[in-house]
């Protein structure tokens, strides 16, 4: 790695462009720094560039133009320009004026994922949460729930402490339940829906988990029964968001419901209430909440040929729909996470592939909010789907789920319980002061 400093106090924005060699011109690893814009009020910035993504443009027979820049005299040394610019780096991800093609984060595929300690039995199609431990406030995670490896529903529950790397189990559910939401307000973790077995119908049924007693009881029932549904709190409310109406119809809902758990508590007086319906009934979704928004991601309609890349934004404080920016892939049955600044992961998943679906992926994708973009990170090492993913302290956990398995349409016999997964992995970020962006001439 090797840094370049600027002396002269924070920099606003960098342009690093790449040319062929010409007259007088050797292909060497330098950096060329354009048209960079100070704001003399703020601190100094330090811009540090990858020998390794220079090295590889250098191959490829590019050099730069422009002033160098020495860091050692902090002078400017000119430079003869070269014939044909073939691309340009900059701080933006609209491409500029001549750089039409391939526009490409330059840190996509960083991060890393690390290996954290199994759970204590192989699951999916069970849900997560994170909620506050008692000592400190830092998260701990609820894993509830599931599918087990003989394919019958789990009504156990296990408490995962990232930071001692500890399992234990805790009060088993009143049921037995899968595929099922989760969300956690007030000290009370909300269990909604799914169903209680494989082969059952699915449930309007709501379990609360209080934490101060560490207890279950009952809650309202939903006005409307879903499965695989995605639940969030959003403005201090409880959010269930689309899914299916039954295990064995799978027709996708559009459904949204609100309930205020501080007003109802676990007595069975509670009332729900729709809200304004989703533009594109999904299920098998992943929705996250950045206060009042919910950005509902992917799923599956009813044609079953692929599920989506539809991304949706729920206002819950003004009850209404905006159309998000479209992932770049596919997915149902995933992961996702709440970065900081508003930035969204979303990891590995269901597709459809050679006719057939139940075919999960390994690519972990996220979106930039301030550019409007996905950019593609380190994958993640086993593909699954069928699982719940936690976001703690900026680093985010995939907990079980199933590998690729097999669903006999005419029968219903599966293999997928046995491909059950007990791993769980971390995703690890790796910080950058400033995104950048790589902007070509011509296809690549």
């Keep these: 790695m090797a840094t370049y400093e600027t002396r002269e106090r924070d920099v606003k924005d960098v342009r690093i462009e790449m040319q062929e060699p010409g007259p007088g011109i050797s292909p060497v690893d330098v950096v060329h720094i354009i048209g960079m814009q100070r704001n003399l009020g703020r601190a100094v ?114 408490e995962y402490d990232p930071l001692l790397h500890t399992w234990k189990a805790v009060a088993l559910m009143p049921e037995p339940r899968l595929r099922h939401a989760v969300a956690y307000v007030d000290g009370q973790v909300w269990v909604i829906g799914g169903v209680p077995s494989s082969s059952d119908t699915a449930s309007n049924k709501t379990f609360v988990y209080d934490l101060k007693t560490a207890t279950w009881g009952e809650g309202p029932q939903t006005l409307v029964k879903h499965v695989d549904a995605c639940a969030v709190t959003a403005g201090g409310r409880v959010v269930v968001i689309g899914g299916y109406d039954s295990e064995a119809d799978y027709n996708a809902l559009n459904v949204v419901e609100a309930l205020e758990p501080s007003k109802t508590g676990l007595p069975k007086n509670g009332n729900w209430k729709r809200l304004a319906s989703m533009p594109t009934a999904r299920g098998d979704v992943a929705c996250v909440a950045d206060g009042n928004n919910v950005t509902v991601l992917g799923g599956w309609l009813e044609d079953w040929s692929q599920p989506r890349t539809t991304v949706e934004v729920f206002q819950a404080d003004k009850n209404v729909w905006a159309k998000g920016r479209a992932m770049d892939l596919p997915r149902g049955d995933f992961g996702a996470g709440l970065l900081s600044r508003g930035r969204i992961l979303v990891v590995a998943g269901e597709y459809s592939m050679r006719g057939r679906s139940q075919v999960p992926r390994h690519e972990t994708t996220m979106f930039a909010p301030e550019h409007k973009l996905w950019i593609r990170l380190a994958p993640i090492p086993t593909a699954r789907f069928r699982f719940p993913t936690v976001v703690i302290d900026g680093v985010l956990f995939a907990f079980g789920g199933s590998e690729v398995c097999t ?7 599966t293999d997928c319980p046995a491909n059950a997964l007990a791993s769980v992995e971390a995703f690890m970020e790796t910080p950058h002061p400033k995104q950048l962006f790589v902007h070509y001439a011509r296809p690549i």
């Design 407 to 413: 669903t006999s349409q005419a029968t219903g016999e």
């Design 45 to 158: 910035a330090v811009l540090a560039v990858s020998i390794l993504a220079l090295t590889a443009a250098v191959i490829a027979g590019f050099t730069t133009r422009g002033d160098k820049y020495d860091a050692s005299t902090q002078q400017t040394v000119p430079q003869q320009t070269g014939t044909s610019t073939l691309m340009t780096i900059t701080s933006s991800a609209a491409a500029p004026a001549n750089f039409p093609y391939n526009t490409t984060a330059l840190f996509a595929g960083s991060g890393e994922w690390v290996k954290k300690k199994d759970m204590p039995e192989a699951l999916s199609d069970h849900a997560a949460i994170g909620i506050p431990h008692e000592v400190d406030g830092f998260l701990k995670v609820l894993v509830i729930g599931g599918m087990d490896t003989s394919g019958k529903a789990s009504d156990r529950v296990y």
